[in-house]
C-alpha cells in the first residue's frame, strides 16, 4: 500500500512517538500557534458557522454530482488543448505520468507539494523509470533530502523537525557551512531550488481544486513554488484526487477562503494559481503541454456509502492541529501519509482495515475535530461508524470484547440482572479496595490501574439509598 | 415541575454522593423528583464501541423506561448526549426514532435544566475554595452545553475560579479509549492534570462522573493534593 509508511506494529509506532520528547514539543507549539491563528481568522469573519454550512453543502452538492462535473472538467480541459486520463489505481497513474515523462525524455521532474502523488507513491515510480525527482515546497524538499522521511502532516509535512536537524540534513548532504537560522537555512535552499527549476524539463503539481466550468486548476502555497513548477518546465503534469473539485470560480472563492482561515489562519496565503491548459500561442511563461491526472485510487468506493463525507476534505488540516491524541503520538504513528483524525478516517477505507484496524479506535471521540472542520465532516460519528463496520460487517472485534459487550446489552436492557450485578459491585471489589481506591485492578481493570487508580464501588448504590429515603418518607 | 432523575450508571455505582446531591439540589429549586427504578445504563460503552445491535435493545430499554415522564435530567453530559444520539441509532425504524426523538427533547443534562430550563442562575450555595472548571468534550461539543456551569459556578458563594489552561483539551477518558489505547490516554491525562495543577486550584470540578474518575484517578496515582467535585456536590454545598 502506497501510502503506507511504516511496516512498525501501531503499538509500537506510538511507543515511538510518546517517547520522541523533540517532537512533541514541536507539535504542540505548532498546534498551539495554527490553532490560536485559525480561531482569530475565523471569528474575524463573524460569520464562521454560515460559512462551514456553506462549505459543506458546496461539497456535498460537487460529490453527488460528481460524474457531471469531471466530464464537464475533463471536456473543457481538453478543449484547451490539455490532455485528461482517468486513473482508477495507483499503478495505472504512476504507469501513464512515467510514460508521459519518457516521451519528453525528461531527465528531471520538479515537484510542488503534493498528497495524492505520495499516496501513489510517484517518484519512487518516476525514479524507477531513470527520473530525477525534485521537491520544491521546502518542508517537502528537507524530507527528501533527508533520506525520504515521510510528511507528517498534511499541510507542514517537515512539522516533526527542528532547524537543528535540517541544518544536519543540509550539511551532509549538500554542503551546507552556515549556521540554522531559519533565513540562512531558507536562502540556501532557495538557492539550491533556483537551479532544479531552470534546468527542470517536467513539472508535476497536486491539485487544490479543480474548475469544472472553465477545466482549470488551481494551487494554493505560500512559497510561490508552485508558480515556478508550472511556468517554467515545457511540459506540466497536474495529479489531482477525484473529488477536488469545484463547480465554478465562484465555489473556489468560498473553498480557498475556507482552506486558507482554517489551514493556517490566513485570509488569503501568498500564491493562489490558477490555471487553464497549457500555454496560448504568444504567452511567455507556462508549460507547452499540460496533462491532468484524475486519481481515483479507492475513492469511487467511497462514495455513496455511510463515509462519503470524509470525501469532503479539502486538506486543511484544522483537524489535525485541534488533536490532542496527534499531538502525543505524532504524525508518523499513524502509519499512513494521512495523520490525525482525517487520517484515522480516511486511511482504511483507503488503505484497508488489515493495515489501519487501530486508527478508528485511537481517539477518545472528544469532536474537537468535528468542531473544527471547515467543511462540517462529522469526523467523530466516522470513526464509530468505522467501528461499527469493524464489529459489525467485518467481525474482526476481539472475542473477549464480543462477549463483554453481550453481557453488557443483556445486563443494562435486563433491570433485574443490571440491579443484581451492580449491588455486588462494592463486595466483589473490596478485597481490592484500599482507601476507596483500587490500585491494582484484576483482570479487564488492569490497564485502567496501570495508570490510574479505579474507585471503589459505593457501599450503598444511589437506588438503595433512594428507597430507604423514599421508605422513610425523606 | 415533575423530574425524572436519570442518574447514570456511574453515579449510581461509583458515586452515589452525586445523585443525592443531584436530588436535594433540584428539590431544593423546586422540583417535584422521581427515580424510574428499571433504568440502567445509556448504552455509550456499546454504542461508541462499535456495537450498535447490543446498544439498541438498552436504548429501547431507556426510552420505556422514560416514556412518562416529563423532563429528564442527569448530573452528566456525555451520557445526556447519548439520549440524544439514539434517534441516529433508529433512524431506519421510525417508530422507535420517533420515541427517541422525544425523549431527546426533553431530556437535560443537570446545569443546562437549572439555567435553560428552571431560568435560575444562583443556586445559593457556598464554597469557600480556590478551584478551576473541566469542560468534559461531550458535555460542550456534542451537547451543546457551554456556559451553564459557568454561570452557576460564578453564583457560588466564596468559590474563587481559575481559568484552566487547554480548557478544550480532552482529558484522555474517552470511554474505552482509557483502556484501549493506554499509552495514549496516559499521556492525555497526565497533560490534563498538568494544567489543572498549574492553575495552583486545590478542587477540580466537573459535570461527568467519566472524566473526574480519569483525571482524579491520576490526580490519586500521583498524589496530588487536588480534591475531585462533581459540579451537583459543589452546588448543593452550604457553609453552616
Known amino acids: 500500500m502506497a501510502m503506507k509508511i511504516s ?174 537560522i531559519p533565513e540562512e537555512l531558507a536562502l540556501f535552499a532557495r538557492e539550491q531550488l533556483r537551479q532544479e527549476f531552470l534546468s527542470a524539463d517536467l513539472g508535476i503539481t497536486g491539485c487544490n481544486f479543480a474548475v469544472a466550468e472553465s477545466g482549470s486548476i488551481s494551487l494554493v502555497t505560500n512559497e510561490g513554488n508552485a508558480g515556478l513548477v508550472t511556468a517554467l518546465p515545457k511540459a506540466q503534469i497536474t495529479v489531482m484526487g477525484m473529488e477536488r473539485i469545484v463547480p465554478t470560480w465562484e465555489e473556489l472563492d468560498i473553498m480557498v477562503s475556507l482552506l486558507c482561515r482554517s489551514s493556517v489562519g490566513q485570509k488569503l496565503t501568498s500564491y493562489i494559481t490558477g490555471l487553464t491548459g497549457p500555454k496560448d500561442e504568444g504567452d511567455v511563461d507556462g508549460p507547452e503541454e499540460f496533462h491532468l491526472v484524475i486519481v481515483d485510487n479507492g475513492r469511487s468506493n467511497i462514495l455513496g456509502t455511510e463515509f462519503q463525507s470524509a470525501l469532503h476534505c479539502i486538506r486543511c488540516a484544522a483537524c489535525v492541529n485541534v488533536c490532542p491524541v496527534y499531538r502525543h503520538v505524532g504524525g508518523h504513528s499513524y502509519g499512513s501519509i494521512y495523520a490525525g483524525p482525517i487520517g484515522a478516517v480516511l486511511s482504511p477505507l483507503l488503505g484497508g482495515y488489515e493495515d489501519y484496524k ?56 435486563s433491570p433485574s440482572l443490571y440491579k443484581t450485578g451492580t449491588k455486588s459491585a462494592s463486595s466483589v471489589m473490596a478485597p481490592f479496595t484500599k482507601e476507596n481506591n483500587i490500585q491494582k485492578g484484576p483482570g479487564p481493570m488492569k490497564p485502567w490501574t496501570d495508570v490510574r487508580d479505579f474507585p471503589a464501588p459505593s457501599k450503598e448504590r444511589f437506588r438503595d439509598w433512594y428507597k430507604k429515603r423514599e421508605k422513610g418518607g425523606k | ?116 430550563v428552571l431560568k435560575v442562575e444562583s443556586v445559593n450555595a457556598s464554597l469557600p475554595a480556590c478551584a478551576t472548571y473541566h469542560k468534559s468534550c461531550h458535555m460542550t461539543r456534542l451537547l451543546g452545553v457551554k456556559d451553564a456551569p459557568g454561570k452557576l459556578l460564578e453564583q457560588v458563594e466564596g468559590l474563587d475560579i481559575k481559568p484552566l489552561p487547554n480548557s478544550h483539551d480532552c482529558c484522555g477518558f474517552g470511554g474505552t479509549f482509557s483502556v484501549k489505547m493506554v499509552p495514549i490516554s496516559e499521556q492525555m491525562v497526565d497533560e490534563k492534570v498538568r494544567h489543572v495543577e498549574e492553575t495552583g486550584a486545590e478542587v477540580l470540578i466537573g459535570a461527568d462522573c467519566g472524566c473526574l474518575m480519569n483525571i482524579g484517578g491520576r490526580i490519586n496515582r500521583k498524589g496530588k493534593p487536588i480534591k475531585v467535585m462533581h459540579i451537583a456536590e459543589v452546588l448543593n454545598s452550604e457553609v453552616k
Open chain 1, 7 to 180: 511496516d512498525d506494529k501501531f503499538f509500537d509506532r506510538v511507543e515511538k512517538g510518546v517517547n520522541n520528547t523533540f517532537m512533541r514539543s514541536a507539535v504542540a507549539s505548532a498546534q498551539e500557534r495554527m490553532q490560536g491563528k485559525r480561531l482569530a481568522a475565523t471569528e474575524e469573519l463573524g460569520n464562521w458557522e454560515e460559512w462551514r454550512k456553506l462549505g459543506e453543502e458546496i461539497r456535498t452538492h460537487t460529490l453527488e454530482n460528481l460524474d457531471y462535473y469531471l466530464e464537464q472538467l475533463s471536456e473543457n480541459v481538453v478543449k484547451r488543448g490539455g490532455h485528461v486520463f482517468f486513473a482508477s489505481t495507483k499503478e495505472e497513474a504512476n504507469e501513464y505520468i512515467t510514460k508521459v515523462a519518457k516521451e519528453k525524455q525528461a531527465k528531471k521532474v520538479v515537484k510542488s507539494k503534493s498528497m495524492v502523488t505520495e499516496e501513489i507513491h510517484l517518484n519512487s515510480a518516476l525514479e524507477k523509470a531513470g527520473c530525477e525527482v525534485v521537491e520544491t515546497d521546502l518542508g517537502e524538499y528537507i524530507l527528501q533530502l533527508d533520506d525520504h522521511d515521510p510528511p507528517s502532516h498534511i499541510v507542514v509535512p517537515a512539522l516533526h523537525k527542528n532547524k537543528e536537524q535540517i541544518r544536519d540534513t543540509f550539511k551532509e548532504k549538500r554542503g551546507y557551512d552556515k549556521s540554522e
Open chain 2, 1 to 116: 415541575m415533575k423530574v425524572s432523575l436519570f442518574i447514570t450508571c456511574l453515579a449510581d455505582v461509583f458515586y452515589s454522593n452525586v445523585g443525592k446531591h443531584t436530588v436535594e439540589l433540584l428539590e431544593k429549586l423546586g422540583c417535584e423528583v422521581d427515580f424510574p427504578e428499571q433504568q440502567t445504563c445509556c448504552g455509550q460503552p456499546a454504542y461508541n464501541s462499535g456495537y450498535h445491535k447490543e446498544t439498541k435493545e438498552v436504548a429501547k430499554h431507556m426510552i420505556r423506561t422514560f416514556e412518562k415522564s416529563d423532563y429528564v435530567v442527569g448530573p452528566s453530559g456525555s451520557c445526556v448526549a447519548m439520549l440524544h444520539e439514539y434517534s441516529h441509532l433508529f433512524k431506519d425504524e421510525p417508530v422507535w426514532k420517533e420515541k427517541a426523538e422525544k425523549l431527546a427533547d426533553k431530556s437535560y443534562e443537570l446545569t443546562q435544566f437549572i439555567v435553560d
Open chain 1, 358 to 413: 487501530e486508527l478508528p479506535y485511537a481517539s477518545s471521540l472528544c469532536a474537537a475535530c468535528t468542531d473544527a472542520c471547515p467543511v462540517k465532516i462529522p469526523l467523530h460519528e466516522l470513526l464509530i461508524k468505522h467501528r461499527r463496520k469493524i464489529v459489525e460487517d467485518e467481525k474482526k472485534s476481539p472475542f473477549g470484547e464480543k462477549l463483554a459487550m453481550k453481557g453488557f446489552q443483556l445486563a443494562a436492557s
